[in-house]
């Protein structure tokens, strides 16, 4: 798994971000002396790469740990095992100095637009603090400041107002404003577009496009909409139970997909076309996700996989390449135009 | 970019014509709580009364006048005269002056230590957390009445000894709210913004955790105020609080308790005034914790229909 | 098609506040029919969940409501709290968004299920609780003689949808208003739960209400589709009409503004600006402000919903010149 990704970071060059078997996971405590009884294991050996202006989109439902590793890039979030590497520098084992640095570089929209901006202070204190945190002499912020919010579609006086008196998708606006505030390479984003209405979705959405090339962005945008991060990935990775079961280009992913699971998500996107859906067939998956607290053994989705052996209760899979061109984590990978329902059907 | 100036334009159109911070809407909010400016002005009324009451009646609080004790109320004694002839107007007044005295300094101390032990409780968390939780507990669980009066009885109840032991009792109350607001604050992404932005612990406290928590500890210090009255009263009434000549709402209402069958007012008026002042502060408590809520009144336009 | 089962004419639903009156739904009619989905889809703030609650009469006693919903000769809305008690439940049941608090945390599910069998039926206690297994085994819960006494919280969300589509149906109700019943799932959960909802509507007639935001969701499990937008009815129609040959440009923006997962365009259109006030609402079309084709006559009046095809209304001043070009 490490040898191929390293193998692409090679050819190309160009890894702006590495991750190297990241793990991160969260005690489960008990009882009056607090002791550990247990762990949620949210990210379980995550690798991948991130390169120069791409936008790498990460999917999955609940309890896949997408969040958790957003966090842990940025280490909001302390990765228990694992590199993340931002060039030639160590994200996982800075320390404060050097961690406040490459805070510069690396940024974060979150998903909540009431919940991401401090009610009590004013817009432009909110854009302006990380300016102010590393030392940008004032004016030079102000007029940064007007700048970000005239680039993300509100005015200059807009700064003077509070958070409250603003609609969730100007709100995020606010909070990209304030992540590129320092020039970052590289951005973060935690289902930045879930919590808005539908018509600004889009809004939002090419506001981010524009500002990438603009800015010469790398965006890693985590979502659970499927449909959204078709429209703005180049490269996907669809994780499930804190791993990353398949990562390649969004074509391959979406048109020719390897993991049944993959199938089994895509089938059950709905699509806004009323003739193609009288014609799909669903793959319906049984039972609900596991908890991350207790993964089940071998491969993680065996118990709800419908092509499942006995190697896969037993023994977990690495990541590999298959003909398609990404790679999957499975045991019996499907090959690109073979459905789940053919096999299940067999 | 044409997506970006209809944007622009239309981004004005949902704002108030002044930009309102979060303390200017918590204001109105307040003004509008009809029972909150209630008690703001039943304190300032009765604190006025206190002060200024006394310097129009002079009488001194403890001159005795036996030759006419025990009257009732009349021009010259407002309130009546006492079992020795004390103008009891004066003596409620200056009661009164004491125990809300005695309340704003344990106030104000129990709630300087509240705040700090809950919050860097709630902050740190785990460790820390762990040990002042259980502190925190125990002392919820020891009855400030006898603690008090235990003190009294071995230390003397100088009014500011007194308002010492208070906070030292009392403090718990605001660590138990500043600790709460504070674990969850921490959790807030915004928080978690300046935290990427590369935020020192000290600035995030200052900036983003303790202005919150001031909200929730302000409510708190009122209903504390409310509960050190209740005390000092109660600790008085029992003998144990002010040593004459000096009074208390609460010794007055000890004093007046043997002729009650006689002269009820006598009992009434100092139990009344305590009753008063704990009520506006109730009210005033009320109005605040409505005002300083951010959720009670969001101004969310994104909410279901 | 079969007689009506409800039949809403002329809803309107204000609510009162300091600054005047919110006026969450105007002039909205229309009907359902035995066994058939409709769904009523809008953003934040178009209406479409007032007007669920506003049917069960779930609105607080100072919301000014006016109109008429006729449903099996009576009107709903002039029925006594006795008399929609009555009906809640047992000939009109509501699923709604939240299954983690839509289910009462320290009741056992089963008990919340024979509470709505035993509300409306007079039958004993262990027939309630032969029936709740029956449903829950119905809705696809695993194990259901185990599962009945177990708690919400043993229980996980997508289950916890299907033990609230169980209570629901528990009466064989007339009508099902589910209100975004799978946006808090997980989108393979989401399948598997419009797959019991379809079950369970076959099963037993049922004409569902289906609220929602969620324009897939609607594409397919919806026969006929009423788009919602600032309290009005802006476009209703069998739902190939609305997809295909919507004859309404905010239908049709919002169409052109979702991301989707099979089509090629590489730039979503969005709609400029934000959702009106409702409580001051713009004059004329709501929809003015961000209208692409708006002109003159838009400012001065609000259009009706006029007739542009057979079951197929739109409202709209332009309505004709969308005719030409299809949509898909």
């Not at chain 1, 790498?56 to 958790?68: D, M, Y």
């Not at chain 2, 709580?33 to 310097?55: C, E, K, N, S, W």
């Not at chain 2, 005034?273 to 009144?297: H, K, S, T």
């Not at chain 3, 919110?22 to 969940?49: C, I, N, P, R, T």
Request: charged fraction near 20%; charge should be negative; glycine fraction near 8%.
């Amino acid at each position: 798994m490490s040898a191929v990704s390293d193998e692409m970071s090679i050819v190309t060059g160009e890894a702006l971000l590495s991750v190297r078997d990241l793990v991160t996971e969260f005690p489960i405590r008990a009882g009056v002396f607090r002791r550990e009884v247990g762990r949620v294991q949210a990210v379980s050996g995550v690798s991948f790469d991130l390169m120069r202006n791409e936008t790498l989109g990460v999917v999955g439902e609940s309890g896949c740990g997408k969040t958790t590793l957003g966090r842990s890039l940025l280490r909001l979030v302390a990765p228990t095992s694992g590199q993340v590497t931002l060039g030639d520098r160590d994200i996982t084992t800075a320390g404060r100095q050097d961690l406040r640095e490459l805070r510069r570089e690396i940024q974060m929209v979150f998903q909540d637009p009431y919940a991401s901006l401090n009610p009590r202070i004013p817009v432009r204190d909110i854009i302006g603090e990380p300016m102010h945190i590393h030392g940008v002499p004032k004016d030079e912020a102000a007029d940064r400041v007007s700048d970000l919010l005239t680039r993300v579609g509100l005015l200059p006086e807009h700064g003077n107002r509070y958070p409250h008196e603003f609609s969730g998708g100007q709100r995020q606006r606010i909070g990209i404003a304030r992540s590129l505030a320092l020039r970052p390479k590289v951005i973060v984003l935690d289902e930045p577009v879930s919590a808005l209405d539908v018509s600004i979705q889009a809004q939002v959405l090419n506001l981010l496009d524009e500002v990438q090339e603009e800015f010469d962005l790398s965006y890693i945008f985590i979502a659970h909409d499927l449909s959204v991060v078709r429209h703005t990935s180049d490269r996907v990775a669809v994780m499930y139970l804190g791993k990353i079961v398949e990562i390649g280009p969004r074509d391959a992913i979406y048109e020719r997909p390897s993991h049944p699971y993959t199938h089994s998500l895509l089938s059950a996107v709905p699509i806004a076309d009323p003739r193609r859906e009288r014609e799909r067939r669903r793959i319906l998956l049984q039972g609900d996700v596991p908890s991350p607290a207790s993964p089940p053994a071998g491969c993680r989705f065996h118990t709800r996989c419908p092509i499942a052996t006995e190697e896969c209760r037993t023994e977990s899979p690495e990541l590999r390449e298959v003909p398609g061109g990404q790679q999957v984590a499975c045991h019996h990978p499907l090959a690109p135009g073979e459905t789940l329902v053919d096999i299940t059907s067999r | 970019m044409s997506t970006v100036d209809q944007s622009s334009a239309n981004a004005l159109e949902g704002l108030a014509e002044k930009p309102k911070s979060f303390g200017r809407l918590a204001w109105e909010r307040f003004i509008h709580h009809r029972l909150a400016i209630l008690g703001l002005f039943g304190l300032i009324l009765i604190t006025l009364g206190f002060i200024v009451g006394p310097m129009i009646n002079d009488y001194p609080f403890d001159k005795p006048d036996v030759l006419n004790r025990l009257q009732g109320p009349s021009r010259e004694h407002w309130f009546g005269t006492d079992e020795i002839g004390r103008d009891l107007f004066v003596r409620t007044a200056r009661g009164g002056r004491y125990s809300l005295a005695i309340g704003l300094l344990s106030a104000v101390t129990a709630t300087a230590i509240g705040t700090i032990i809950g919050s860097l409780a709630g902050y740190f968390g785990r460790a820390v957390d762990a040990v002042i939780a259980q502190v925190i507990n125990l002392f919820l669980v020891v009855p400030a009445l006898i603690v008090l009066s235990v003190f009294a009885l071995n230390f003397g109840s100088n009014w500011w000894r007194l308002s010492i032991v208070l906070a030292g009792l009392l403090w718990v109350r605001i660590a138990r709210v500043a600790r709460g607001v504070v674990l969850s604050i921490k959790e807030q992404e915004y928080v978690m913004a300046a935290r990427a932005a590369g935020a020192s612990h000290l600035r995030i406290i200052t900036r983003h955790i303790l202005p919150n928590v001031v909200g929730a500890v302000t409510v708190e210090i009122t209903l504390l105020l409310g509960s050190v009255i209740v005390l000092e009263s109660t600790l008085s009434f029992l003998g144990l609080g002010v040593r004459p000549p000096d009074t208390s709402l609460g010794r007055l209402v000890a004093d007046a308790k043997g002729n009650i069958d006689n002269d009820p007012l006598r009992v009434l008026t100092p139990g009344l005034v305590i009753v008063m002042i704990v009520l506006c502060v109730n009210f005033l408590g009320d109005g605040l914790r409505d005002a300083l809520d951010p959720r009670a009144r969001s101004e969310r336009t994104g909410s279901d229909d | 098609m079969t007689d009506p089962v409800l039949v809403v004419e002329g809803l309107n639903v204000g609510f009162p506040s300091k600054a005047g009156v919110v006026q969450a739904v105007s002039d909205v009619s229309f009907e359902l029919h035995a066994g058939e989905v409709l769904a009523v889809v809008g953003e934040s703030g178009s209406g479409k969940s007032v007007t669920a609650l506003t049917l069960m009469r779930l609105h607080a006693k100072s919301t000014r409501i006016s109109g008429r919903a006729t449903f099996e000769g009576r009107d709903l809305l002039s029925l006594s709290d006795r008399d929609m008690r009555a009906v809640r439940g047992d000939e009109i049941a509501m699923i709604f968004q939240d299954p983690m608090t839509a289910l009462n945390p320290v009741f056992s599910v089963g008990s919340q299920i024979i509470e709505a069998i035993r509300t409306h039926r007079d039958v004993s206690k262990q027939a309630a609780r032969a029936r709740a297994i029956e449903l829950l085994d119905l809705v696809g819960v695993p194990e259901p003689r185990r599962r009945v006494d177990q708690f919400p919280h043993e229980y996980s969300g997508g289950m916890r949808q299907r033990a609230m589509i169980a209570m629901a149906i528990a009466n064989e109700p007339k009508i099902l208003i589910a209100d975004e019943p799978t946006t808090a799932l997980d989108v393979t959960v989401q399948a598997q739960v419009m797959e019991v909802l379809r079950d369970v509507q076959e099963a037993t007639g049922s004409a569902m209400l289906l609220i929602t935001h969620d324009l897939g969701l609607v594409a397919g499990a919806a026969d006929r589709v009423q788009v919602m937008y600032a309290s009005r009815l802006v476009e209703t129609g069998g739902v190939d009409d609305i997809f295909y040959r919507s004859r309404n440009p905010y239908t049709r923006a919002l169409l052109d503004s979702i991301p989707d997962l099979v089509s090629e365009t590489d730039r979503l259109i969005p709609i400029p600006g934000n959702p009106p006030s409702l409580l001051n609402p713009p004059s004329g079309c709501p929809f003015r402000p961000r209208c692409s084709m708006a002109s003159e006559v838009c400012a001065d009046s609000v259009p009706l919903l006029e007739t542009v095809g057979d079951g197929h209304s739109s409202r709209c001043h332009h309505a004709d010149l969308l005719a030409v070009e299809a949509t898909s």
